[in-house]
C-alpha cells in the first residue's frame, strides 16, 4: 500500500522559513518520482517542484524559483521542499505526490498525499 505523509506546515511571518518533509513508503520500484503541488483557498491546485530519483532532475515553477528549495533522502525515503522568504501568497495546503518521472504535470502522479497547511501572516 502506497503512502505518503507531509509533515513541517505551520504559521510564519513574511520573510520566514519552514521545511517541509515528505515520507513515503510502499512504492513500486518504478514510482520513485516526487511532486510538491498546492493550493490556496479558492484557487486551483498548481505545482511547487519535482525531483526525481536523483538530484540530477528537479524541478521548479516560476514562483518557487529562487526562494524554495527540494532535496531527498532515499535512505530515509523522504523528500524535503525548503521553504524561504514567505509571502502572503504562499498561503495554501502543500501535497506531496509520486510518480513515475519529475514532472510539474499534476497528471504524472499517480499517489497523493493528505496535505500540510502553511500559513504566512503578520
Known amino acids: 500500500q502506497v503512502q505518503l505523509v507531509e509533515s513541517g506546515g505551520g504559521s510564519v511571518r513574511p520573510g520566514g522559513s519552514l521545511r517541509l518533509s515528505c515520507v513515503f513508503s510502499?512504492?513500486?520500484?518504478?514510482?520513485?518520482?516526487i511532486g510538491w503541488f498546492r493550493q490556496a483557498p479558492g484557487k486551483e491546485r498548481e505545482a511547487v517542484s519535482c525531483?526525481?530519483?536523483?538530484?540530477?532532475?528537479?524541478y521548479y515553477a516560476e514562483s518557487a524559483q529562487g526562494r524554495f528549495t527540494i532535496s531527498r533522502d532515499n535512505a530515509k525515503n523522504t523528500v524535503y521542499l525548503q521553504l524561504t522568504d514567505l509571502r502572503p501568497e504562499d498561503t495554501a495546503v502543500y501535497y506531496c505526490?509520486?510518480?513515475?518521472?519529475?514532472?510539474?504535470?499534476?497528471?504524472?502522479?499517480?499517489?497523493w498525499g493528505q496535505g500540510t497547511q502553511v500559513t504566512v501572516a503578520s
Open positions: 525531483i526525481g530519483e536523483t538530484d540530477g532532475f528537479i
Open positions: 510502499g512504492s513500486p520500484f518504478y514510482k520513485t518520482a
Open positions: 505526490a509520486l510518480g513515475s518521472y519529475a514532472s510539474l504535470r499534476e497528471s504524472t502522479y499517480s499517489y
